[in-house]
C-alpha cells in the first residue's frame, strides 16, 4: 500500500539533535551512526567558521542514501569524513561500531573528477587497486575479478586504453570499476555524474543501479540533483544552507526495486516528494539560516 507523503518525511528537530534524545536502534540499524558530528573551520586570523552543527544520522547495510543541499552546506565535507579524508571537529562517526579515524578499503570513493592514473591503462587502474587491497587472492582470481568488473561496467573492449582515450563517462565508470572491485562495505559517491552531459548520466545512473540491485552494499552519494535521489536512493537526507548545516528533513523513498525510471515518474507520489524536496530547498535557499 503506498505510504502518505506525511509518512515519507522524518523532521529532523533542533531540539532533538540538542538533546540527544535519538530512537534506540538495533544492530544492523546502525551499521553506520553518525553522532552529534561537527566540522569547525580555523581563519587565519583566528576567526572560527562551523560547516557542519550536530550531525545525526544513521545508515542501514545494503541501504542506498542520498544527501542533497545546496552549495557550500557541508555535503562534501560530511561525505570525507565517512571516508576518513577529514576529521570531524566534535562528535563520532562508527561503522559497524568502529571508530572512522583514517581511510579504509571497507570505504571506497568515487569522485565527479575522475582521478585515474593517466599512465596505467584501464585494466591496470583497476587492478592496482585489487593488488592493494585483496593481497590474499591469486595472480589468476586477481585477473577474473579485473575482468569481472570491466564486463560489469561495459569496458571490457576499452580494456587496454588510457584515460586520455575514453570519454567522460567511460572515466567515470573505471572510477567505479576500482571502486567495487575491492569489495568495500560502504561506496561513498560525491556527485559522480555531475560532470556528465544528460544522456551519458543517465545511462550511467542505471548501470550503477543494476550493480547495486544485483549487489547490494551501503551507499551513500552527495547530488544536487532531486531526480536523481528519487530515482536511485531508498532515503534523502535534506540538509539546511551553511554555515553551521543541519539536516533538515529525512524522506523515505516508497518507490521497490528494481525501478524504472519511466514507471515511477507516472505515480503521484513521486512528484509529491520532488515537489517537497524542491520546496525544501527552495526555502533553505533563500533565507538566512
Known amino acids: 500500500m503506498p505510504i502518505s507523503l506525511q509518512e515519507a518525511i522524518t523532521v529532523k528537530s533542533n531540539l532533538h539533535y540538542a538533546t540527544g534524545d535519538r530512537p534506540s536502534r538495533?544492530?544492523?540499524?546502525e551499521f553506520l551512526a553518525i553522532e552529534n558530528l561537527t566540522k569547525t573551520y580555523k581563519a587565519g586570523d583566528g576567526s572560527k567558521s562551523t560547516i557542519l552543527d550536530g550531525i545525526n544520522l544513521t545508515i542501514r547495510e545494503n541501504q542506498f542514501v542520498a544527501v542533497i543541499g545546496h552549495s557550500g552546506c557541508g555535503k562534501s565535507t560530511l561525505l570525507k569524513i565517512v571516508a576518513g579524508l577529514e576529521k570531524a571537529s566534535s562528535g563520532s562517526v562508527r561503522l559497524q561500531g568502529k571508530e572512522i579515524r583514517k581511510p579504509g578499503a571497507d570505504r571506497m570513493m568515487v569522485f565527479q573528477q575522475y582521478s585515474l592514473l593517466p599512465w596505467l591503462t584501464v585494466r591496470e587502474n583497476i587492478r592496482l587497486a585489487v593488488d592493494e587491497v585483496l593481497v590474499h587472492l591469486s595472480?589468476?582470481?586477481k585477473k577474473q575479478l579485473v575482468n569481472e568488473h570491466l564486463a560489469m561496467v561495459n569496458?571490457?573492449?576499452?580494456?587496454?586504453?588510457?584515460?586520455?582515450?575514453l570519454s567522460g563517462g567511460m572515466k567515470q565508470r573505471v572510477g567505479i570499476a576500482r571502486a567495487i572491485a575491492i569489495r568495500p562495505i560502504l561506496l561513498l559517491m560525491d556527485e559522480p555524474f555531475g560532470a556528465l552531459d544528460a544522456l551519458t548520466r543517465g545511462k550511467l545512473q542505471r548501470q550503477v543501479l543494476d550493480i547495486?540491485?544485483?549487489?547490494?552494499?551501503?551507499?551513500?552519494?552527495v547530488t544536487h540533483d532531486v531526480d536523481e535521489a528519487l530515482y536511485m536512493a531508498d532515503q534523502i537526507v535534506l540538509m539546511t544552507n551553511g554555515p553551521a548545516a543541519r539536516i533538515g528533513e529525512?524522506?523515505?523513498?516508497?518507490f521497490a526495486h528494481p525501478r524504472n525510471i519511466q514507471e515511477i515518474r507516472e505515480l503521484p507520489q513521486y512528484y509529491e516528494l520532488r515537489n517537497h524536496a524542491l520546496s525544501f530547498l527552495d526555502r533553505h535557499f533563500s533565507q538566512d539560516d
Open 155 to 165: 569496458l571490457t573492449a576499452a580494456a587496454n586504453k588510457y584515460p586520455d582515450e
Open 250 to 254: 529525512i524522506l523515505e523513498v516508497p
Open 212 to 221: 547495486w540491485e544485483s549487489q547490494r552494499q551501503a551507499v551513500m552519494m
Open 26 to 29: 538495533s544492530g544492523s540499524e
Open 139 to 141: 595472480p589468476a582470481e
